[in-house]
């Protein structure tokens, strides 16, 4: 039986980790009074334009927006088994409140790689935003930053890179995800665009080597990129634009085949990583670990962190749910590493056990892409509020003062 099977003791006051007291003078936010905001907003006739439940956010952008897009950014592998697992798999383990204890002040921010953040929240790498809303990653990117929660860029960026930082500022938090294709000389100029634009950590994805089998898209023969969406960092770059024997604006087929020719990457292993640890300099995670095997070999090869996920069920059918892997890793590099999450989050609760597991933050995917997809950056500013101020409450009705207080002693398994 694995750490992520066996059932928590019970709780007790003495294994709640002990914190520093907050000075009354600390600069907290107070994310919980969005709900109060809300209900004074009522008393105008004012109600949300978009829904506070954040799992209902799919079933609204079924029905205003283009059903190809949204389908892209819903759809799964196979018949959707991952998916339907990473919510299985966060709902198996339940939350046991503490009662009277001092919650009137609460800090839900976190150290990741020497930067003091007010959440344990960033957005994930979400490809082809375009599709959603004409804003696409910089509006996403704005709403980020305007929280103080970090934007990670996909590779299959809408908007180059450059633009993208623009867009956020110089002082926002910025990192950048990659695709790691067949092109080396691609791969570091990409690397040192990233860099000079201000983007301090490197998300490398390792689960998506290859498109997997996704009926939702191949029901509509709808693949983004072979229309040239997704692709503005590769037609953006000198080092993919050298390959070409004419400019994209002259021959954009030719540039999108160089595309899907170089993506596709099976061949790569864990020894090819010395290629990007000595080429990136700031903090390095590997995202898509789910053997805890896989994660010592992360730290072995120099990682500074690894990112839990399935890709959100959209590469292996009939995979692990998200949040079964999690303990596993956090047991085998939790000391070594610095472990986020992601795939499955939909709410305040998740949130909070996905750091009960052992998570220092999560990231939040396609509730952001639908909330941009129906009202640009407000929309996505929505979803922010809504999940943080339910995770702020959650933490102080269970007892909580910030995640530094949570361990598996504040979960028991359903």
């Given at each position: 039986m694995?750490?992520?099977?066996?059932?928590?003791?019970?709780?007790?006051?003495?294994?709640?980790?002990?914190?520093?007291?907050?000075p009354?003078?600390?600069?907290?936010?107070?994310?919980?009074?969005?709900?109060?905001?809300?209900?004074?907003?009522g008393?105008?006739?004012?109600?949300?334009?978009?829904?506070?439940?954040?799992?209902?956010?799919?079933?609204?952008?079924?029905?205003?927006?283009?059903?190809?897009?949204?389908?892209?950014?819903?759809?799964?592998?196979?018949?959707?088994?991952?998916?339907?697992?990473?919510?299985?798999?966060?709902?198996?383990?339940?939350?046991?409140?503490?009662?009277?204890?001092?919650?009137?002040?609460?800090?839900?921010?976190?150290?990741?790689?020497?930067?003091?953040?007010?959440?344990?929240?960033?957005?994930?790498?979400?490809g082809?935003?375009?599709?959603?809303?004409?804003?696409?990653?910089?509006?996403?990117?704005?709403?980020?930053?305007?929280?103080?929660?970090?934007?990670?860029?996909?590779?299959?960026?809408?908007?180059?890179?450059?633009?993208?930082?623009?867009?956020?500022?110089?002082?926002?938090?910025?990192?950048?995800?990659?695709?790691?294709?067949?092109?080396?000389?691609?791969?570091?100029?990409?690397?040192?665009?990233?860099?000079?634009?201000?983007?301090?950590?490197?998300?490398?994805?390792?689960?998506?080597?290859?498109?997997?089998?996704?009926?939702?898209?191949?029901?509509?023969?709808?693949?983004?990129?072979?229309?040239?969406?997704?692709?503005?960092?590769?037609?953006?770059?000198?080092?993919?634009?050298?390959?070409?024997?004419?400019?994209?604006?002259?021959?954009?087929?030719?540039?999108?085949?160089?595309?899907?020719?170089?993506?596709?990457?099976?061949g790569?292993?864990?020894?090819?990583?010395a290629?990007?640890?000595?080429?990136?300099?700031?903090?390095?995670?590997?995202?898509?670990?789910?053997?805890?095997?896989?994660?010592?070999?992360?730290?072995?090869?120099?990682?500074?962190g690894v990112?839990?996920?399935?890709?959100?069920?959209?590469?292996?059918?009939?995979?692990?749910?998200?949040?079964?892997?999690?303990?596993?890793?956090?047991?085998?590099?939790?000391?070594?590493?610095?472990?986020?999450?992601?795939?499955?989050?939909?709410?305040g609760?998740?949130?909070?056990?996905?750091?009960?597991?052992?998570?220092?933050?999560?990231?939040?995917?396609?509730?952001?892409?639908?909330?941009?997809?129906?009202?640009?950056?407000?929309?996505?500013?929505?979803?922010?509020?809504?999940?943080l101020?339910?995770?702020?409450?959650?933490?102080?009705?269970?007892g909580?003062?910030?995640?530094?207080?949570?361990?598996?002693?504040?979960?028991?398994?359903?």
């Amino acid at each position: 039986m694995t750490a992520g099977d066996s059932s928590p003791s019970s709780p007790s006051s003495a294994s709640i980790p002990s914190v520093p007291s907050i000075p009354s003078s600390a600069p907290l936010t107070d994310w919980s009074a969005f709900q109060y905001e809300i209900y004074l907003n009522g008393t105008t006739g004012a109600v949300p334009s978009l829904p506070t439940d954040l799992t209902a956010l799919e079933r609204v952008a079924e029905e205003r927006l283009d059903p190809g897009a949204v389908g892209y950014v819903a759809g799964s592998a196979g018949d959707g088994k991952t998916a339907r697992a990473n919510r299985d798999a966060l709902d198996r383990w339940r939350i046991v409140p503490r009662m009277l204890r001092d919650v009137e002040r609460r800090d839900l921010s976190v150290e990741l790689f020497g930067t003091r953040l007010p959440t344990p929240v960033a957005l994930a790498p979400v490809g082809v935003l375009s599709i959603m809303h004409e804003g696409a990653e910089p509006a996403a990117a704005r709403a980020a930053a305007g929280r103080g929660i970090p934007f990670i860029l996909s590779s299959a960026s809408s908007t180059p890179m450059e633009q993208v930082a623009e867009a956020m500022g110089p002082d926002a938090v910025r990192w950048f995800q990659l695709y790691w294709g067949r092109d080396r000389d691609v791969t570091e100029s990409f690397l040192d665009r990233a860099a000079a634009s201000g983007y301090s950590a490197l998300v490398v994805t390792l689960d998506t080597r290859l498109l997997a089998w996704r009926p939702r898209d191949l029901d509509r023969a709808y693949l983004p990129f072979l229309h040239g969406i997704g692709t503005a960092n590769y037609f953006t770059d000198p080092a993919f634009l050298a390959g070409l024997a004419k400019p994209v604006a002259e021959d954009l087929t030719a540039a999108v085949l160089r595309f899907v020719s170089l993506f596709n990457n099976p061949g790569t292993t864990w020894e090819d990583l010395a290629f990007l640890r000595e080429r990136w300099k700031g903090p390095m995670l590997l995202k898509g670990i789910q053997h805890p095997d896989d994660a010592r070999r992360a730290a072995n090869a120099g990682m500074d962190g690894v990112v839990v996920s399935n890709h959100g069920g959209r590469q292996v059918n009939g995979a692990i749910g998200a949040a079964d892997a999690l303990p596993p890793v956090v047991d085998a590099v939790g000391d070594r590493l610095t472990v986020l999450f992601d795939s499955g989050i939909r709410t305040g609760d998740d949130v909070f056990k996905a750091l009960a597991l052992g998570a220092k933050a999560v990231l939040l995917g396609r509730p952001y892409a639908y909330g941009l997809g129906l009202d640009g950056q407000a929309g996505v500013d929505h979803v922010l509020r809504c999940l943080l101020a339910e995770f702020d409450l959650t933490l102080a009705l269970a007892g909580y003062r910030g995640p530094a207080e949570l361990s598996r002693d504040a979960l028991t398994r359903a």
